[in-house]
């Protein structure tokens, strides 16, 4: 009898000792999985930022490119309009006349 109480005894130290090692390597596995989602917040965070940065440099660009475009035509516009001033400066300063004196 003392004989199965003592073997009883050895099984639930080994079953404590299980119980702990198990307790222990679960502690552990949380503190990594912490660990491991700072690192994927972290890195996530960086991809995002430069996925902006990106994105906002590449907005920069496309405004200055519409930029010159648009500086280009009000360019040809201008040249356009004074080409025709310079053509029809006569009959435009004649039109003006008339409606004031008209």
Avoid: H, P, W
């Amino acid at each position: 009898m003392n004989e199965v109480i003592t073997r009883l005894n050895e099984i639930e130290e080994k079953a404590n000792s299980i119980m702990e090692g198990a307790k222990a390597k679960k502690m552990q596995m949380e503190e990594r999985l912490v660990f491991e989602k700072k690192e994927f917040d972290a890195r996530l965070k960086e991809e995002e930022r430069a996925r902006a940065e990106g994105l906002a440099k590449e907005l920069r660009k496309e405004a200055e490119q519409e930029l010159v475009c648009l500086r280009e035509k009000n360019r040809n516009a201008i040249a356009g309009l004074n080409e025709y001033y310079e053509k029809n400066e006569e009959r435009l300063a004649e039109e003006i006349f008339r409606k004031i004196i008209g």
